[in-house]
């Protein structure tokens, strides 16, 4: 089966600008994830997607950062406008309800400069 | 909340040698443990998974983890290292009544030759 999919692979922006990434998860996979992994930490939860319902977006920075769902497929998740500190990967995960263990994607390198 | 600590951020072997990469949960309820590979440049790789059936869980490319509840332990191993095993190792831990996981900061394994 093709695994998750993750547009752009790298990108790097100026402060202040805005960005957006893309997540198409495994087809079937009703639950979709967004993390953050800053170097040298673990990834950390930003929004937990069931379907196109949002069920978890508590670590979610909302004033600058922004997901969506739509047709519960393709998620995008966007950062406006961007701070030095939002410099990390961006991985995007997807499962099947009630299964144990994502599928992540390769990630999304943003470097804020 | 569950949470995971990981002892030693950096574990350097020898290729041959026994790999032992430590992991200590944090549950207030029987947990769902996991190991995760990280390549360089690349998403998270699902190595091996406790969900509280057999206490010993063997995993891909050899490695395995014990489940000892009296040490809230869930240590990785691996009776022999390769090369190809060089990479980073996250332990993680799924929170009670979500699918949400909750990661260490991860072990950067190195292989000598």
């Known amino acids: 089966e093709a695994g998750v999919a993750q547009s752009p692979r790298y990108k790097i922006i100026e402060k202040r600008q805005s960005v957006a990434f893309w997540c198409n998860p495994i087809?079937?996979?009703?639950?979709l994830y967004w993390y953050q992994q800053i170097l040298g930490q673990g990834p950390k939860l930003l929004i937990q997607?069931?379907?196109?319902?949002?069920?978890?977006d508590s670590q979610l920075p909302k004033d600058r950062f922004s997901a969506e769902r739509l047709k519960g497929v393709d998620s995008t998740l966007k950062i406006q406008p961007a701070k030095l500190e939002d410099s990390a990967v961006y991985l995007c995960a997807s499962s099947l309800q009630g299964s144990y263990g994502y599928t992540f994607g390769s990630g999304t390198r943003l470097t804020v400069v | 909340a569950q949470s995971v600590t990981q002892l030693g951020s950096h574990v350097s072997v020898s290729e041959g040698a026994l790999v032992l990469l430590r992991c200590n949960y944090s549950?207030?309820?029987?947990?769902?443990l996991f190991w995760y590979v990280q390549y360089p440049n690349q998403g998270l790789q699902l190595l091996l998974k406790?969900?509280?059936?057999?206490?010993l869980v063997k995993g891909i490319n050899g490695f395995e983890a014990e489940f000892k509840k009296s040490e809230t332990s869930f240590h990785l191993t691996k009776p022999s290292a390769h090369m190809s095993d060089a990479a980073e190792y996250f332990c993680?831990?799924?929170?009670?009544?979500?699918?949400?996981?909750?990661f260490g900061k991860g072990t950067k394994l190195t292989v000598n030759p």
């Open positions: 997607f069931q379907n196109n319902g949002v069920v978890d």
């Open positions: 549950s207030s309820v029987p947990p769902y």
């Open positions: 993680a831990v799924r929170q009670g009544g979500s699918e949400k996981l909750v």
């Open positions: 087809s079937g996979h009703a639950t």
């Open positions: 406790y969900t509280s059936a057999a206490t």
